[in-house]
């Protein structure tokens, strides 16, 4: 991760991996086949515990406005945290092939279709005035995962401010 994240897929080779880790390169190969599918299972893992920790987060029996709450809280503390791993799988997918980028992609659609169901859920009952849930979908997961280009936690602004001002706007 932290090699891809600062070299880039394309610049990273596995002789810098090996290098990083203190084997030699051709002892890679007893744990992974490729770049690629060390990329992939990177970005396979990342998806899949964003999916596990929002299921252990999100809880659907509350209201939408809480659940939202606590997806907005839960959602920019991991990709803070997991600044790195969140920064690989946003920049490099696109250097998956077009296999895993499919199964990446899939699981990334049941992430997203989990933010949907509570502005969905929100919209229903009336607590959330949104014309098309779908791209209030998308406008909030992207104003949340952006934290991580810009947010520092040594910066102005503490994790529970940062909560509360992108609760604020995702509510609004």
Sequence with gaps: IQLLSEHGYGAMNLRMLAKKVGIQASSLY???????????LLCEETTENLL??????????????????????FHLGYH?????????L????????????????????????KVRGIVDSGVEIG???????????????????AVTRWYRPQGRLSLEQLVEIYTDLSLG
């Design 80 to 88: 803070i945290v997991n600044r790195k791993q969140a920064s690989v």
């Design 90 to 113: 946003q920049m490099e997918i696109r250097s998956l092939t077009a296999k895993n980028y499919q199964a990446v992609s899939k699981l990334q659609r049941l992430y997203t279709d």
């Design 52 to 73: 596990v920790e929002f299921d252990r987060t999100v809880n659907a029996a509350d209201p939408p406005a809480d659940r939202l709450r606590k997806f907005v809280a």
């Design 30 to 40: 007893n744990y992974i086949d490729s770049k690629q599918q060390l990329l992939f």
């Design 127 to 145: 607590a959330f005035q949104v014309r098309d849930s779908e791209i209030a979908t998308f406008a909030l997961l992207q104003m949340l995962t």
